[in-house]
């Protein structure tokens, strides 16, 4: 059973480009968290997902962030026109239900050039 | 003031010796979280508990509900365990989902042979 995988690892946009990040969950996990750590700060969350649903945003930036979990096909985190201040490590994790245990995937870093 | 506190920020240790890694929170919570971030920059969930104590292998981790505190500990530590150790709790009022956590800065640790 792989890990919670995502890609790509690292990722270079140009200020005003859109940034993908995807996050394919363990086998048979339905709940997505998608965090956010900035160079020399802590991790923050920014949303939770299941499938199809976004259950809470609170930690998503109100602007140009937007994340999805379809039925088929991994998580999809969407940074429109990035600037600078995006340059971060995205990482995101899954569960089987709401009240188990996290697993993490190894991140996307991203620079904004 | 921190939602979530860890102590010492940075910890060196000779090879062997005992650790303890500090975290105190200032909320309610129904759990707390305990990960390891390696310098490759991969997370890995240690221990997610809500009371008492836990143990696997060299690594244990307690906490005290009243206290608002918890602990981490490492028994003959070794060079591999060296990593940056982040404490998270889940706050209460979330549903029950793990995954809308607080982070702590993480406590940087440095084992030498």
């Known amino acids: 059973n792989a890990g919670v995988m995502q890609n790509p690892r690292h990722l270079v946009r140009r200020r005003g480009q859109e940034a993908r990040l995807r996050c394919s969950p363990m086998k048979g996990h339905s709940h997505v968290y998608w965090y956010r750590q900035l160079p020399e700060e802590g991790l923050k969350f920014m949303v939770y997902l299941q499938k199809e649903n976004i259950i809470d945003e609170s930690g998503m930036p109100k602007e140009r962030f937007s994340a999805e979990f379809p039925k088929e096909g991994p998580s999809i985190l969407r940074i429109q026109q990035v600037v600078r201040g995006d340059s971060a490590a995205y990482f995101c994790a899954s569960s089987p239900r709401v009240s188990s245990p996290l697993h993490f995937g190894n991140g996307t870093r991203l620079t904004v050039t | 003031k921190n939602e979530v506190e860890q102590s010492p920020q940075n910890l060196t240790a000779q090879e062997g010796e005992f650790i303890t890694i500090n975290c105190s929170y200032s909320?309610?919570?129904?759990?707390l979280h305990w990960l390891q971030q390696h310098p490759g920059g991969g997370i890995v969930s240690l221990f997610m508990?809500?009371?008492g104590k836990k143990k696997h292998g060299r690594l244990i981790a307690t906490i005290n509900i009243q206290e608002k505190h918890s602990s981490l500990h490492i028994t003959a530590s070794h060079p591999r365990d060296s990593a940056v150790y982040i404490c998270?709790?889940?706050?209460?009022?979330?549903?029950?989902?793990?995954?809308?956590?607080?982070f702590g800065k993480g406590t940087k640790l440095s084992v030498k042979p």
């Open positions: 909320v309610g919570i129904s759990a």
């Open positions: 508990l809500s009371s």
């Open positions: 998270a709790v889940t706050p209460t009022g979330y549903g029950g989902s793990q995954g809308n956590l607080i």
